[in-house]
Protein backbone atom coordinates (compact mmCIF):
# COMPACT_ATOMS: atom_id res chain seq x y z
CA UNK A 1 0.00 0.00 0.00
CA UNK A 2 2.86 2.40 1.35
CA UNK A 3 4.30 1.49 -2.47
CA UNK A 4 1.40 2.24 -4.48
CA UNK A 5 1.25 5.63 -2.76
CA UNK A 6 4.47 6.81 -3.33
CA UNK A 7 4.08 5.61 -7.25
CA UNK A 8 0.92 7.86 -7.02
CA UNK A 9 2.76 10.45 -5.38
CA UNK A 10 6.21 10.44 -7.97
CA UNK A 11 3.28 10.56 -10.55
CA UNK A 12 1.64 13.56 -9.74
CA UNK A 13 3.95 15.30 -9.45
CA UNK A 14 5.99 14.90 -12.03
CA UNK A 15 3.91 17.33 -14.28
CA UNK A 16 4.40 20.01 -11.48
CA UNK A 17 7.95 20.61 -12.41
CA UNK A 18 9.12 22.79 -14.80
CA UNK A 19 11.29 21.19 -17.75
CA UNK A 20 14.81 22.35 -17.01
CA UNK A 21 16.52 23.27 -20.65
CA UNK A 22 19.92 24.47 -19.26
CA UNK A 23 21.22 25.77 -15.53
CA UNK A 24 21.01 29.78 -15.24
CA UNK A 25 24.70 29.27 -14.60
CA UNK A 26 25.83 27.59 -17.35
CA UNK A 27 23.73 29.67 -19.24
CA UNK A 28 25.32 32.91 -17.78
CA UNK A 29 28.81 30.93 -18.17
CA UNK A 30 27.87 31.19 -21.77
CA UNK A 31 27.48 34.41 -22.77
CA UNK A 32 29.88 35.72 -20.54
CA UNK A 33 32.94 33.31 -20.64
CA UNK A 34 33.96 30.07 -19.06
CA UNK A 35 36.23 32.44 -16.70
CA UNK A 36 33.71 34.42 -15.41
CA UNK A 37 32.46 33.99 -11.67
CA UNK A 38 28.70 33.80 -11.33
CA UNK A 39 27.33 34.98 -8.40
CA UNK A 40 23.63 35.18 -7.59
CA UNK A 41 21.49 37.44 -5.11
CA UNK A 42 17.89 37.36 -4.15
CA UNK A 43 16.16 40.73 -4.88
CA UNK A 44 13.34 41.89 -2.57
CA UNK A 45 11.52 44.84 -4.16
CA UNK A 46 10.20 47.43 -1.45
CA UNK A 47 6.43 48.45 -2.59
CA UNK A 48 7.70 52.12 -3.73
CA UNK A 49 9.98 49.85 -6.06
CA UNK A 50 7.46 47.51 -7.29
CA UNK A 51 5.19 49.98 -8.45
CA UNK A 52 7.78 52.16 -10.23
CA UNK A 53 8.65 48.60 -12.01
CA UNK A 54 5.02 47.86 -12.72
CA UNK A 55 4.76 51.49 -14.30
CA UNK A 56 7.81 51.10 -16.15
CA UNK A 57 7.16 48.02 -17.74
CA UNK A 58 3.38 48.22 -17.81
CA UNK A 59 3.08 44.78 -16.79
CA UNK A 60 1.48 43.62 -13.14
CA UNK A 61 4.52 41.97 -11.13
CA UNK A 62 3.12 38.40 -9.61
CA UNK A 63 5.92 38.93 -7.25
CA UNK A 64 8.32 40.99 -5.69
CA UNK A 65 11.15 38.52 -5.18
CA UNK A 66 13.54 38.15 -7.97
CA UNK A 67 16.94 36.23 -8.46
CA UNK A 68 19.45 38.21 -10.35
CA UNK A 69 22.75 36.70 -11.48
CA UNK A 70 26.10 38.75 -11.57
CA UNK A 71 28.99 37.46 -14.01
CA UNK A 72 32.30 39.32 -13.11
CA UNK A 73 36.08 38.48 -14.46
CA UNK A 74 39.00 40.45 -12.92
CA UNK A 75 37.04 42.44 -10.14
CA UNK A 76 35.14 43.72 -13.42
CA UNK A 77 31.39 42.89 -13.93
CA UNK A 78 30.58 41.90 -17.05
CA UNK A 79 26.62 42.19 -16.94
CA UNK A 80 23.44 40.34 -15.33
CA UNK A 81 21.44 37.62 -15.76
CA UNK A 82 17.46 38.67 -14.44
CA UNK A 83 15.54 34.99 -14.34
CA UNK A 84 11.53 36.04 -15.01
CA UNK A 85 9.08 33.30 -14.05
CA UNK A 86 5.75 33.64 -15.78
CA UNK A 87 2.78 31.76 -16.35
CA UNK A 88 2.35 31.16 -20.57
CA UNK A 89 -0.72 29.39 -21.12
CA UNK A 90 -1.65 27.84 -17.96
CA UNK A 91 1.82 26.57 -16.89
CA UNK A 92 5.12 28.52 -15.88
CA UNK A 93 8.19 29.60 -18.23
CA UNK A 94 11.46 30.40 -16.78
CA UNK A 95 13.59 33.26 -18.91
CA UNK A 96 16.98 34.62 -18.66
CA UNK A 97 17.53 38.11 -20.12
CA UNK A 98 21.32 38.62 -20.15
CA UNK A 99 22.19 42.34 -19.75
CA UNK A 100 25.40 43.96 -20.59
CA UNK A 101 27.02 46.88 -17.93
CA UNK A 102 26.93 48.91 -21.32
CA UNK A 103 22.30 48.81 -20.61
CA UNK A 104 21.86 46.55 -23.80
CA UNK A 105 20.11 43.35 -23.68
CA UNK A 106 22.53 40.50 -24.95
CA UNK A 107 19.86 38.14 -25.28
CA UNK A 108 17.59 35.22 -23.64
CA UNK A 109 17.76 31.83 -22.71
CA UNK A 110 15.10 29.61 -21.96
CA UNK A 111 15.87 28.20 -18.29
CA UNK A 112 12.82 26.22 -17.88
CA UNK A 113 9.45 25.34 -19.84
CA UNK A 114 6.55 23.31 -18.96
CA UNK A 115 4.27 24.10 -22.40
CA UNK A 116 4.75 21.71 -24.64
CA UNK A 117 7.89 22.19 -26.24
CA UNK A 118 6.64 23.14 -29.52
CA UNK A 119 5.68 26.77 -27.87
CA UNK A 120 9.08 27.49 -26.83
CA UNK A 121 10.02 30.39 -29.75
CA UNK A 122 12.93 29.11 -31.96
CA UNK A 123 16.44 30.47 -31.61
CA UNK A 124 16.10 32.60 -34.77
CA UNK A 125 13.33 34.20 -33.25
CA UNK A 126 14.84 35.09 -30.04
CA UNK A 127 17.86 36.47 -31.46
CA UNK A 128 15.32 39.64 -32.12
CA UNK A 129 15.94 40.04 -28.35
CA UNK A 130 20.06 40.50 -29.10
CA UNK A 131 21.70 43.90 -28.33
CA UNK A 132 17.93 45.96 -27.44
CA UNK A 133 19.04 48.85 -24.86
CA UNK A 134 17.28 48.56 -21.87
CA UNK A 135 15.62 52.22 -22.25
CA UNK A 136 13.51 50.44 -25.15
CA UNK A 137 10.04 48.59 -24.03
CA UNK A 138 9.22 46.12 -26.29
CA UNK A 139 5.84 45.89 -27.65
CA UNK A 140 4.66 42.58 -29.49
CA UNK A 141 3.69 43.10 -32.48
CA UNK A 142 5.50 46.04 -33.14
CA UNK A 143 9.08 45.64 -32.38
CA UNK A 144 8.92 41.78 -31.89
CA UNK A 145 6.44 39.76 -34.32
CA UNK A 146 3.95 37.30 -33.01
CA UNK A 147 5.07 33.06 -33.11
CA UNK A 148 1.81 31.14 -35.46
CA UNK A 149 0.79 28.81 -32.39
CA UNK A 150 2.68 30.52 -30.04
CA UNK A 151 1.87 34.16 -29.21
CA UNK A 152 1.04 33.49 -25.75
CA UNK A 153 5.13 32.31 -25.67
CA UNK A 154 5.44 35.16 -27.39
CA UNK A 155 3.01 37.61 -25.60
CA UNK A 156 5.57 36.57 -22.16
CA UNK A 157 9.10 36.81 -23.45
CA UNK A 158 8.07 40.86 -24.09
CA UNK A 159 6.69 41.11 -21.20
CA UNK A 160 9.06 39.96 -19.16
CA UNK A 161 11.76 41.64 -20.95
CA UNK A 162 9.90 44.98 -20.21
CA UNK A 163 9.69 43.77 -16.07
CA UNK A 164 13.68 42.74 -16.47
CA UNK A 165 14.30 46.26 -18.47
CA UNK A 166 12.91 48.17 -15.69
CA UNK A 167 14.17 45.72 -12.74
CA UNK A 168 18.10 46.56 -14.24
CA UNK A 169 17.30 50.34 -14.53
CA UNK A 170 15.88 50.65 -11.64
CA UNK A 171 17.66 48.88 -9.17
CA UNK A 172 21.34 47.46 -11.23
CA UNK A 173 22.26 50.01 -13.44
CA UNK A 174 25.33 51.64 -12.24
CA UNK A 175 26.04 49.19 -9.66
Given at each position: MKQLLLYLLIFFSLPLSAKMLISPVDAMQQNYGAKSKISEENILLTGAQAKKIQEASQVKLGTKIFKVFKAVQDDKTLGYGILINRKIRSKNGVVLYLI????????????????????????KWMSQFENVDTETPLSLSKDIPTITGATLSAKSFVESSRVAFALYNEILKGK
Open positions: STESVLKGIEVIAFNEPMEYVPSK
